[in-house]
């Protein structure tokens, strides 16, 4: 079977995150991850993580003030890029979160966004991994890192073994021709996967690239990350999970 992690910055948002651990459970996800779990305590979330046995995949750093949406490649704003960074490793190692998503925010430039990358590899406790995702454009308009081109002459430039690719098939749908070319590419480069139909960001069971058909050709042995948007209740959207988990 498939093993699927629960994205719960799009699934269960009805509920404090400790519940939405739970409710992933119960629905049959293997783990789960999240964005920014910081309003919640870490002693909070580990227990829900105990309780339920599910591994947090991986938790984003924070995005910043009103319009942000990550600090790393911001100019002037050094200062809380690091303590944002410092505040995820910090997360993640009370609550046993494997990997952190360091994001790069809007209008950026590469010098300020490599020395902070550069900041994070130092300083990441040891065996945790860095992720670095390019989002596209339709989605978050002016964001620093928005094609996969950019992410992997970043990866390349930093030569960092504790920094990885998050491949998310949904933005890399809406900007290359063909998903699994660019996965097999890169595969040595990637540290995570995430999921969502494409165009729509819907569930991962229509839409222009074929899961069913994609996920066994990937050949990933850790979790999937499904990262889409229910148009409604979480739990009437899952009809897709046990078709995908048994492709």
């Known amino acids: 079977m498939r093993a699927f992690s629960a994205n719960l910055g799009f699934l269960w948002t009805d509920r404090p995150l400790p519940d939405a651990i739970r409710a992933a459970k ?22 829900a993580l105990v309780e339920t046995g599910l591994r947090m ?38 609550t046993d979160t494997r990997a952190v998503h360091v994001m790069a925010g809007k209008h950026g430039d590469d010098a300020t966004y490599h020395a902070n990358l550069a900041y994070a590899c130092d300083s990441a406790p040891p065996g945790m991994t860095l992720l670095i995702e390019a989002i596209n454009r339709w ?43 660019r996965f097999d590419t890169l595969r040595p480069l990637i540290g995570h996967i995430q999921i969502a139909a494409v165009p729509d960001r819907g569930t991962p069971d229509h839409g222009s690239v074929d899961y069913a058909t994609l996920l066994p050709r990937l050949n990933w042995p850790g979790p999937i990350g499904a990262e889409y948007k229910p148009t409604g209740p ?13 492709c």
């Not at 924070?62 to 704003?77: E, I, N, S, T």
């Not at 979480?234 to 048994?246: N, Q, V, Y």
């Open 26 to 47: 119960a629905a049959g996800f293997a783990a789960v991850e999240c964005h920014f779990p910081y309003a919640i305590p870490a002693t909070e979330t580990r227990a």
């Open 234 to 246: 979480t739990d009437a959207s899952l009809d897709w999970l046990p078709r995908l988990s048994a």
């Open 139 to 181: 989605d978050v308009p002016g964001y620093h890192l928005n094609t996969i081109a950019q992410a992997v002459d970043t990866l390349k430039t930093l030569h960092r073994p504790n920094l990885k690719l998050m491949f998310d098939c949904y933005h890399v749908g809406r900007t290359e021709p063909e998903v699994f070319d």
């Open 57 to 94: 995949m991986s938790l984003n750093t924070r995005p910043g003030g009103p319009g942000d949406f990550g600090l790393l490649a911001l100019k002037g704003r050094e200062t809380e890029a690091r303590a944002a960074i410092d505040e995820a490793f910090a997360y993640a190692l009370a």
